[in-house]
């Protein structure tokens, strides 16, 4: 499969590729072909397997050979503005880019997390995408905790005393239960925007601590550098 460097620790001897088909694979040195530089946006080769990429080389490291260096010395100088049109190196994958988009609106960042990202574990997330996930998931949820109690008055589910609130209870149920995974992934990507495993999201689940530990990790601004789950995200200032 071909993909394209995101970061390689020289020193440390690890890294990521993301793939031709958009996931991302790490990988060691012993991974590597030849020992090649494999600086950030190197276009490689290599074997996929488990989430680990293996036997990798690099492609956009090969040269012209002698000859052809010779030949392109030999071209007219009116020919040489033509260098400049000279195909750029295709990136692959989420996180290929390495210009930033745009910011993205709060709303975008809400519908991108339960579309695109419904399963993404993986990246970055700066503070203005955790909480505009947050405000519009709040303002949904009153929305839908309206209908419910608006349905079940006119069923007349409240007017005898054993009966529950059996449409409020259900339809919140399913919003909270099918928007649960992606908050859960949200909260992973902004742990490693602060330079922390996304394991700690799991915090979530201990009794009282763990919502306060949350907010804390979602109030630390963003690391204003490459670390080694992504880029800097969009739109965020050095």
Known sequence: MRGEVLHYDEAQGFGFITGADGNRYTFARENLRREVSMAKGT???FQP???QARDIFSISAQTANPAAGAAAASVAPSQAGNASAAPQ???FGRFAKIEPDEATGLWGYFWRCL???YFNFAGRARRKEFWGYCLFWTIVMIAILSIGLFSDYAMGNFEVSDEMALVTVGVCGLFVLGTFLPWLGLVARR???IGLTGWLSLLFFVPSV???AILVFALIPTQTKENQWGPVPAG???
């Open 43 to 45: 276009a490689v080769e």
């Open 49 to 51: 397997g488990g989430g």
């Open 89 to 91: 190196p295709q990136h």
């Open 115 to 117: 579309t695109e990202n």
């Open 191 to 193: 742990l490693h925007d």
């Open 210 to 212: 763990g919502g306060l």
């Open 236 to 238: 965020v200032r050095n």
